[in-house]
């Protein structure tokens, strides 16, 4: 297909861009704490040597879509003893957590800007055998450079808003130009595959998938912190409110309030979704007047409230409680994963703006494994009523269990598909 207009002009831009583009991405992530050297990364400068044999190249933008492929980089490799894998993502945070979690046979770098040079020095290094992109982030050039190498390509977890999805439709040859590229396009749910097919991605190729953050194994754990904080706790209860956005700790501090009318000794963990606002939220809690500890500062739980302000160690605080409370969904924000939550052994607690996760929801609250709450006071009671009731906490943490090991039974499938798809057998 010839290409169209809109991608050449896009093309153009990118070229007179990418000067000013690379230098602000390079000092967002030294800002970051990344070293100059790996910041160059963006550029296009690998920082690591390409192994022989087959490479598996997986880009993933967020921290959640990056972790969410962990566990699938896993299972290929397994399937594929001799295949080396090359993960890319954009951010610092990303990084950070995939180096703690990252497979065996897999190096980390950080995305190329999507223009000309940087694709051009990454994909000559690399020389990816398959590339696979998760959820939304499609960058064009990214994808027709990588398509015109030979590579086999797939899109799996794809996902995309009501807006983008609109967006594509005003631009038929445009997407018809992009989504060919891919020899196979796995969605989250039946309704994002027919909406793919309508934005003209190939029928035959688009397929329902799954939610691959379901398959993410449980988080890390370090078990000396874990019992230095439980011998500190005793037998307080205690309740874990994470991943909070700004707006949402208000409401989460009034439903501790209201809780610790009835049971005084009861103790929160606060994680906000972003370590680098404590200080912000810790504010909000001398507010209230209640007594706490910070991690950042070094100190253990205790007290009314933890405020859990460090990158990496949400497994710790998971581990401390049978009921967690997941952020991002008091406010529209979408929500977060909860099978993180379900395979670290606690019920989940979750506002009603889930629309990430709103099959995952919808089918754990059918299960009995999660709750959907709408407010401080809806918050307070529906702990309370866990609290006071053990043998329905108990219930409620086996069905979370039992439904994260349902899920993760999927992923063989998924990985047996895209080694097919891709011709990596």
């Excluded at 690998?46 to 087959?54: C, D, L, S």
């Excluded at 049971?263 to 810790?282: A, N």
């Amino acid at each position: 297909m010839r290409q169209p207009l809109l991608y050449r002009t896009y093309v153009a831009l990118s070229m007179l861009m990418v000067p000013f583009v690379a230098r602000a991405t390079t000092r967002k992530l030294m800002r970051a704490d990344v070293t100059a050297y790996r910041a160059h990364e963006r550029l296009g400068h690998a920082t690591e040597n390409r192994v022989e044999g087959t490479l598996i190249w997986f880009h993933a933008a967020s921290v959640g879509e990056s972790l969410s492929v962990l566990a699938l980089i896993s299972r290929i490799g397994a399937v594929l003893p001799k295949a080396h894998f090359l993960i890319t993502s954009g951010t610092a945070t990303s990084a950070t957590l995939i180096a703690q979690r990252m497979p065996p046979r897999c190096v980390h770098q950080f995305a190329p800007l999507d223009a000309p040079g940087p694709l051009k020095r990454f994909l000559k290094h690399w020389q990816p055998d398959a590339a696979i992109f998760v959820e939304s982030e499609l960058w064009p050039q990214m994808l027709r450079r990588t398509h015109a190498t030979g590579a086999s390509m797939a899109l799996v977890n794809a996902r995309m808003s009501e807006r983008s999805i609109a967006s594509w439709a005003k631009r038929p040859r445009l997407a018809t130009y992009l989504f060919e590229v891919f020899d196979l396009i796995l969605t989250q749910n039946d309704a994002m595959a027919e909406a793919m097919v309508r934005i003209n991605a190939p029928a035959p190729r688009v397929a329902r998938g799954q939610n691959l953050k379901s398959f993410a194994g449980p988080l890390p754990q370090d078990e000396d912190l874990i019992f230095e904080a439980r011998a500190v706790l005793g037998h307080l209860p205690v309740w874990v409110a994470a991943s909070t956005h700004a707006g949402e700790e208000q409401i989460i501090l009034a439903a501790h309030e209201r809780l610790r009318v009835s049971h005084p000794d009861l103790h929160l963990i606060l994680v906000p979704r972003h370590p680098e606002r404590g200080d912000e939220v810790l504010k909000l809690i001398t507010e209230t007047g209640m007594d706490y500890t910070r991690r950042s500062s070094g100190d253990l739980p205790g007290g009314a409230i933890y405020l859990a302000d460090t990158l990496g160690e949400l497994g710790n605080w998971f581990a401390l409680s049978d009921i967690v409370f997941l952020g991002g969904s008091l406010l529209p924000i979408g929500g977060h994963n909860p099978f993180e939550v379900a395979q670290s052994g606690a019920t989940v607690l979750s506002g009603n703006h889930v629309f990430n996760f709103a099959e995952t929801f919808s089918a754990m609250e059918a299960a009995g494994a999660a709750r959907i709450v709408a407010d401080a006071d809806d918050i307070a009671a529906q702990i309370d009523a866990l609290l006071r009731d053990k043998q329905s906490r108990d219930k409620a943490v086996a069905a979370a269990k039992t439904f994260a090991h349902s899920e993760t039974a999927k992923l063989d499938t998924i990985a047996a598909r895209l080694i097919k798809a891709l011709r990596l057998s």
